[in-house]
């Protein structure tokens, strides 16, 4: 009987070993909801930002020192929680506010992840984020751009990227900055598709150009879901604008170039808002189309070495060899100051992580984008982001402007095809 008591007393003492040790190895995940498009006719955008978000959480739970500066990258797994490894829950928004908003209740309260990221689309970051808001999950965004998203009072909520109002300056600067150079730039056409961000980019532009003496001649919008694009490219052929600017998600900028090309229309200057026009799938399908058109960015892979090319690499191996562009480098530079914040924590306590994305100062050399750092405002945004115009040469495109970070200088008039 004695025997048999102090075999039992061991299983049990085994047993609670067992126990506590997977507590502990429960304990040491850190689990991030992600919800990006990975349906629909923005997936290819969310399959490249999930390509993204996969390597950065490679670099952080493997650790990589050989990466300068950059947070949460020197140790495997995140020092500050005790080598907590990262797991993240990927989820299908299939390009509705609706399902982006279920898929945000859902991480929440099913798969109890501690943060949120994404959602691509601005019109489903609204959506998603309020669910966020609604439970006090922090949302940390690092590619929507629509200028209403920082202004609902939300404290949860905060975004690393330049926003429309700051590419609307940029544009204009560019613009003006052409004009003095020889460019007729006075009659321009905005052309956007009907969501969220494609309206608020187009009114935030509209208004800042206004006050600043250019006015937009033509506003074409447009539904990003639309098959034929005939009637808004005739429209802008016999307005004979000097510049299009266009706000495009990936499906429709293809169409749009094919339109282009099929109803032979070459506008003198076009300029994309990033977003379709920088995806790596638009490059493939019809990049020989749109030779010569300008973009923002504020992304550059760099040279052989540095850190950016070095990630570019490991990205290429879990993108199926294409290079980072400029929106998912922006949903990656997201995840990491969300990543550098709940280390900082030292916890998975939403306040603590909020808290700490309150107290985020990260400086250039600490980012893998062209930002003058990551510091937020009250309203959640990122004061010191910034970008660049850059146009497409071949299969690439190239820093033309401003000067001090142009690689060469801008070409004229747009090549097209």
């Known amino acids: 009987m004695r025997l048999k008591h102090i075999v039992g007393l061991l299983s049990a003492a085994a047993m609670s070993v067992v126990l506590v040790g997977a507590a502990s190895a429960q304990e040491k995940t850190v689990k991030i909801g992600v919800i990006f498009p990975l349906s629909g006719n923005a997936a290819s955008a969310g399959v490249h930002g999930k390509a993204a978000i996969e390597t950065a959480v490679e670099i952080i739970n493997t650790g990589n020192p050989g990466l300068g500066n950059l947070p949460v990258t020197k140790n495997a797994g995140l020092k500050g929680l005790g080598g907590a490894k990262v797991e993240v829950v990927f989820a299908d928004n299939q390009g509705t506010p609706a399902a982006g908003q279920n898929q945000a209740l859902r991480l929440i309260t099913e798969e109890k992840v501690v943060a949120l990221t994404g959602a691509y689309q601005s019109g489903i970051t609204v959506t998603a984020s309020a669910i966020a808001e609604k439970y006090g999950i922090p949302f940390v965004n690092g590619e929507s751009v629509a200028a209403n998203l920082t202004e609902r009072g939300f404290k949860w909520f905060f975004r690393t990227t330049p926003v429309a109002g700051d590419f609307a300056r940029i544009y204009l600067d560019f613009l003006k900055d052409m ?49 034929d694009l005939q009637s808004q490219v005739l429209q ?3 307005k004979k604008p000097d510049v299009v600017i266009m706000i495009s998600y990936t499906s429709d900028a293809i169409l749009y170039a094919k339109t282009f ?11 994309a808002d990033n977003a379709g026009f920088s995806d790596p799938s638009t490059l493939k399908t019809v990049g020989k189309s749109i030779q010569g058109i300008f973009n923002r960015s504020s992304f550059a892979i760099g040279a052989a070495g540095t850190p950016t090319y070095l990630i570019n690499e490991m990205y290429k191996k879990k993108s199926g060899g294409d290079d980072l562009d400029d929106t998912a480098a922006r949903q990656m530079q997201g995840f990491f100051v969300l990543m550098d ?10 306040a603590k992580i909020q808290a700490a994305l309150k107290a985020t100062d990260l400086k250039p050399d600490q980012l893998i984008m062209g930002y003058k750092g990551v510091k937020f405002d009250e309203k959640g945004q990122n004061i010191l982001a910034a970008g660049l115009v850059i146009q497409l040469e071949g299969e690439n495109y190239v820093p033309v402007w401003p000067k001090q970070l142009a690689k060469t200088a801008p070409v004229f008039p747009y090549k097209g095809w």
């Not at 800042?208 to 098959?227: C, M, P, R, V």
């Not at 090309?261 to 300029?271: E, G, N, R, S, V």
Request: hydrophobic letters at 40%.
């Open 179 to 227: 004009k003095a150079a020889g460019q007729k730039v006075d009659n321009i056409a905005l052309v956007h598709e009907n969501t969220e961000y494609g309206t608020s980019v187009a009114n935030v532009i509209t208004a800042l150009f206004k006050e600043n003496g250019l006015a937009i001649a033509q506003d074409i919008a447009y539904s990003a879901n639309t098959t």
């Open 236 to 238: 802008l052929k016999d």
């Open 261 to 271: 090309q099929a109803l032979d229309y070459k506008p003198p200057m076009m300029i």
């Open 341 to 350: 914040a709940i280390d900082r924590a030292g916890s998975t306590e939403p």
